[in-house]
Each structure stands twice: as structure tokens, then as C-alpha cells.
């Protein structure tokens, strides 16, 4: 399902710092900016049509089988600035499709249109059942397109 709303909406979303994500310096823990990066990316795909129940297997559903798993490959992070309790973030989500099976997706934190921190996913999909690569699901190569309407070129 192709989306009628702008690549903007589903590529720019906003977090707000809470009181569970910080540690005894004030600041956030690191490993809370990779938490917020796929959950951006899950917001992004709802945002844009996509059910997470067809994207993400689930142990709930027994009977909705995933053919394709896009299990996460690589991941890192920078920080730019100290991120505090209450900081509103904008979060801007650059996808990339790598290769037939593979795509990134990097993430710019902002706060008050300074950037705070970056983050990178990259996600490799896999055969649900042999677990062998694979090309990309449908609906994510859809995204992926969609994602760059207006970008230009969106492999590497």
C-alpha cells in the first residue's frame, strides 16, 4: 500500500526525553538513542501504512507467519551534545536501500535544529525459514522508494 501523504510525515518525528531514559550523570544511557532510532523506524513504517504484524514476526499470532526476518546487521552512534530529561528531539530518518537484500536507515537527533546525535541500523533480510538472504519484502522496497521520492538516486 503506496501512501498518499508526503516522505516528510513519515521522516521526521519528534521524541521526547523521559525521566526512565536518563542516568545518574542527567544524561541519556547510551544504548536508549539505538531503542529510539528502530522505533522511529517502526513509527515511520505505521505512519506510512505498513502493520507491524506484517513486518515483525510475532510469538502473538501464531497463525501470521513472516516470510522474510530483517534481522539488524550493523548499528552505531555519535554524540554531538549531552541529551537531557525533557530535550524535545526532532528525529530524521534517511533510508537507504544497499542492495537487493539490504538497507540502512540513518537517523540525525536534533535539538532546536542543532544536532545532537546520529545514529546508523543496517538491516539484512533473511528466509524465515532457511535463513539464508533473500531480496527485501515488497512493502519495504516500497518504502524504501517512496522514502526517496525528491532524493534522488537511493542505493549506494
Do not use: T
Amino acid at each position: 500500500m503506496v501512501s498518499p501523504i508526503n516522505p516528510k510525515d513519515w521522516l521526521l518525528l519528534k521524541h521526547i526525553v523521559r525521566f526512565g531514559d536518563i542516568d545518574a550523570a542527567g544524561v541519556i544511557h547510551f544504548h536508549h538513542l539505538l531503542r529510539w532510532s528502530h522505533e522511529a523506524w517502526e513509527e515511520s513504517l505505521q505512519i506510512y501504512g505498513l502493520k507491524a504484524i506484517d513486518v515483525f514476526p510475532s510469538s502473538v499470532d501464531i497463525h501470521h507467519y513472516i516470510d522474510i526476518a530483517l534481522p539488524i546487521v550493523h548499528c552505531e552512534a555519535d554524540f554531538m551534545a549531552p541529551i537531557c530529561i525533557a530535550d524535545e528531539l526532532e528525529i530524521q530518518l534517511a533510508p537507504l536501500k544497499v542492495d537487493a537484500g539490504c538497507f540502512q536507515v540513518k537517523y540525525a537527533f536534533k535539538r532546536d535544529e542543532r544536532l545532537v546525535a546520529h545514529s546508523l541500523i543496517k538491516h539484512r533480510a533473511i528466509n524465515g525459514e532457511s535463513r539464508y538472504p533473500c531480496d527485501l519484502p515488497e512493502d519495504i522496497h516500497r518504502w524504501l522508494e517512496a522514502s526517496s521520492i525528491g532524493q534522488g538516486v537511493s542505493s549506494l
